[in-house]
């Protein structure tokens, strides 16, 4: 019997957000939630605990596999890894399954989350994790530790692919990356250094700010010796997430819609023949509230069903 992967009530309440009415999706064999004010569980999932023995870092990995997993023993899946697990497993598990309601629109895939560090605050978790530089933001503590992106980055590669692509049965070449904010950054900063690792990447409002935005200065120096670039690339950012004025939202003190037509623009200018790349700016949404439909339309673009039938 798998372990359940046990989420608080604010998890719960943006769940129900996104899905509408859980419980009239839900099959008839799938097992009720407990009464007498247990907390709520999201069934059918697996957390499977996996240190980074380099760094010494307790993780763990939150797991949701297709519904047609167990009967299609032959059959191969690929993999979406989602940063920051806490918020973004639930909201894609949802996401991913409500999209196919109605017909098939996004192709089934093995969810896996990577989490913060085992009983570390999360913010800290994710500076240290999905950060470049350790010149971290003036507003965070003098103590805080920034800077170890690529230490992370090689942890999933060593540690994360063998275990997922040994336990499960994946498709290795169509590994997707999926990270919010810092969790952009970081799915940027791997596209630029090892592009290879995973064949599509959505790209969500990336703090290509951070630290006067090393990225985006290191960018040109990555990509002047790399002939091609395959990949799959959707970026989204949030009409809000630019410096406007009468209208203060969260994280404007930087232009991220501007940075993120920057990066894209650099991107395009290569003319890779094997990079295919989308962006949008979503109307109506700030860096708080973009991501349950950036989400949305990244599965929608980088795994349509369509092209599950076509194998």
Known sequence: MSKKLIVGAAAALCLAAITGAVASQQRSDTPAQRGEGMAYE????EVHDLPDQARNIPYQLFVSLPASYADNPQKRYPVVYVTDADYGFAMLRSIGRRMNNAGPRVE???LVGLSYGTGEDPIASRRRDYTPTPRGPSEAPADALHGESLKYRDYIQRAVFPFVEQRY???PDR???VGHSYGGLLGAQILLTRPDMFSRYLLGSPSLWFDKGYLLKQAPALLDGRPNLKAKVFMYV???EALRKGDRRYM???DMVADNAAFS???RARQYPGLELNDEVLDGEDHLSVAPRGFTHGLLDLL???EASRK
Do not use: D, K, W, Y
């Open 238 to 240: 949030g009409e809000f």
């Open 304 to 306: 349509p069903a369509a």
């Open 169 to 171: 049965r994946t498709m």
């Open 42 to 45: 999201l069934t059918g999932t």
């Open 265 to 267: 623009a650099m991107l």
């Open 175 to 177: 590994r997707v990356f």
């Open 108 to 110: 089934e895939f093995i």
């Open 252 to 254: 404007q003190e930087v």
